[in-house]
């Protein structure tokens, strides 16, 4: 990492308002995001956005409260900062882009209140967004709440996630971040589960796209969300409910003498502009050091996805095994209640067999102690530091390289911690993570790049469940790039090319390949078996084999949330095209695809929804390309 800080040298106009205190304002470094801040009469701290003149958001709040310390009125202010340079270069082990370089202007307004109490405001603007955090001083910080809003302008579309209620759903273990999208609603629009929206939230407005989350989450610090109640389009940051703890945890954050929250982050601008942005890890705390070499992204095969509990045994797990090697895939996972069904013996003859065929072994865990009803094992290995360690080296000492984690408790901030010291003695241990039922990641997989992918989405095995997921799988697919996939890594585990029990599948074969591409996973788990691969056209299962295991760069091409969608993504000299159509009329599209030159072939839907044909495609200025409904393709340029 090369973290950098120069003196800004631009003049920053300053705006005229309604404030007692003269308005300061910091820009980005092309100067068409500006940030205004100001001090109301009341000693309220306020700040608002503009693009290119354009308002994008409102005076909305700044602030936090305290027990023992009101930071979110009655403030002075004690000066500012000169706006200076910040400049970051970082690596990524997954995502839409490798190496990462990062620009912002950088300035911070300082205030106390009447009992000289300190709050510090750093905002950043960069080319793509602007992201801003506190930094409380006070002798006692216990968190009470937070001011910040969002308000938006008249008209503002959302597409938006319900944050689900804690302790409800599949054995109380809720929130997990599983909701359907709430598509192209009014701002405004009360959340419909009374418990929130979850990160990140989506928003237009005139031709500004803005994406909210928050980063640089380090375990000392609860997640939070947007709350139910928008009235006027003013969003507000809302936190965990009471019984998202780690078992005698704490909901809250308290600190002594200084207390700094994680960033707020906006993604804003053109839609590609929001989609190719990578301020979720840009505002990430960096990672120990380089990237190990043992941090290998790649694909993998998965039994549980279809099959179920009763092909957790050592004769399946050996057959996908054989099936990864034969799709030349990197690792395969073995799910939950392999400690009973196989045994910590039998799982190191798998993993000998899996090495010596070049697979790396995965193995669930359960992360649950007392917040949920599941009785999934390994269950209870996860809870604290020693039996953590003495799992790890026992793992380790079998052959396995990673484990997947389910079944987390929610967003409060002894639960956060236990993300991160999960993430920490796995790294020391040298073991992948994989998160699953589980918190959006905010950024975790720069600062550990051990987590490879987490889930925090309806994912593939929902539509395998009943038919109304699978029914809704194809616009809900063609939102992800645009919210749950924005930033973080994402475990949809897609694929599948044959039939799932009792379900009839809604989407094409081209939609299902083009998912592979389309959805950013350091382990790609493919859901599709190895009778259902054995269908496919050998140069379907080519294109598979040969799939890069990680991305140089990316770029947006087209879309519309909910609705369609078409990424480009480079692997050393060869992009790869994928988009899909949610809807049900077939969809023509003329891409500018000149980035990738020359001619290619394009693998795409044939004339049944369970065929695919192939073709040559010349990469123009207008390449005419058109998507069956519910159907997609693979463009590869090499």
């Not at 418990?195 to 980063?215: N, Y």
């Not at 072939?601 to 044909?613: C, H, T």
């Amino acid at each position: 990492m090369n973290l950098t800080r120069t003196l800004g040298v631009a003049a920053y106009a300053v705006a005229s308002c309604a404030f007692a205190q003269p308005a300061d304002t910091v820009a980005s470094p092309n100067g068409k995001l500006l940030v205004t801040v100001g001090t109301a009469a009341d000693g309220t701290v306020t700040y608002r956005i503009d693009r290119a003149g354009m308002p994008v958001l409102r005076d909305s709040a700044l602030g936090l409260t305290f027990d023992d310390a009101d930071l979110a009125a009655n403030l002075k202010p004690a000066g500012a900062t000169a706006p200076q340079r910040i400049t970051d270069r970082y690596e990524l082990a997954a995502g839409k882009r490798r190496h990462v370089s990062y620009a912002a202007n950088e300035r911070t307004w300082r205030y106390t209140n009447p009992r000289r109490q300190a709050l510090a405001i750093t905002f950043r603007v960069s080319n793509d967004g602007v992201a801003f955090r506190y930094q409380a001083s006070a002798d006692q910080l216990a968190f009470r709440s937070e001011a910040t809003s969002f308000a938006l302008p008249p008209s503002t579309r959302a597409w938006l996630q319900p944050m689900s209620v804690a302790k409800t759903g599949y054995q109380r273990t809720n929130p997990s971040y599983e909701e359907h999208y709430r598509m192209d609603i009014p701002a405004g629009t009360p959340a419909p589960l009374g418990a929130g929206w979850v990160f990140p939230a989506l928003f237009r407005t005139g031709d500004t796209w803005i994406a909210i989350t928050e980063a640089g989450m380090d375990g000392s610090f609860h997640a939070s969300r947007l709350q139910t109640d928008s009235t006027g389009g003013v969003y507000r940051i809302g936190g965990p409910a009471r019984e998202e703890t780690f078992t005698g945890g704490a909901l809250l954050p308290t600190a002594q003498g200084t207390l700094t929250t994680p960033w707020r982050v906006l993604a804003i601008g053109s839609l590609a502009t929001v989609v190719d942005s990578t301020l979720g890890t840009d505002l990430a705390a960096p990672a120990p050091g380089p990237i190990p070499d043992w941090v290998k992204p790649g694909h993998a095969s998965w039994s549980w996805a279809i099959l179920k509990d009763d092909y957790t045994n050592f004769d399946t797990q050996k057959q996908f095994i054989d099936y990864a090697a034969d799709m030349r895939w990197d690792y395969t996972l073995v799910d939950a209640y392999w400690d009973q069904k196989i045994g910590y013996g039998k799982l190191a003859e798998l993993a000998a067999y899996a090495n010596g065929k070049g697979i790396g072994l995965l193995a669930w865990y359960n992360s649950a102690g007392a917040w949920n009803d599941t009785d999934m094992t390994p269950r209870e290995r996860m809870l604290t530091h020693e039996s953590r360690v003495a799992e790890f080296a026992r793992l380790r000492a079998l052959g396995v390289k990673g484990v997947k984690v389910d079944f987390f408790g929610g967003d409060g901030q002894s639960m956060i911690r236990y993300y991160t010291e999960i993430l920490k003695d796995a790294y020391d241990a040298g073991l992948l993570v994989n998160f699953h039922g589980a918190t959006l990641p905010r950024g975790w997989s720069r600062t550990w790049p051990n987590l490879l992918t987490a889930e925090a989405v309806r994912g593939f095995e929902f539509t395998t469940f009943t038919q109304e997921d699978q029914d809704a799988v194809a616009p809900h697919a063609a939102m992800l790039p645009f919210t749950r996939n924005l930033f973080d890594p994402m475990d949809f585990t897609p694929l599948a090319f044959g039939d799932i029990p009792k379900i009839r599948r809604t989407t094409r074969n081209g939609f299902e390949l083009a998912e592979a591409v389309l959805f950013t996973s350091g382990i790609q788990h493919f859901a599709e078996i190895p009778q259902g691969m054995a269908a496919a056209p050998e140069h379907v299962k080519a294109l598979l084999r040969e799939l890069p295991r990680g991305w140089d760069d990316s770029r947006f091409v087209t879309g519309e949330p909910g609705k369609y969608v078409v990424i480009a993504r480079r692997a050393g000299h060869a992009w790869y095209v994928a988009g899909i159509n949610a809807g049900d009329k077939e969809l023509a599209l003329a891409l500018d695809l000149s980035f990738a030159k020359g001619t290619g072939r394009i693998v795409s839907d044939g004339a049944g929804e369970r065929e695919f044909r192939q073709a040559d495609l010349h990469a123009g200025r207008r390449t005419s390309i058109s998507i069956k409904p519910k159907g997609g393709f693979v463009a590869i340029f090499k």
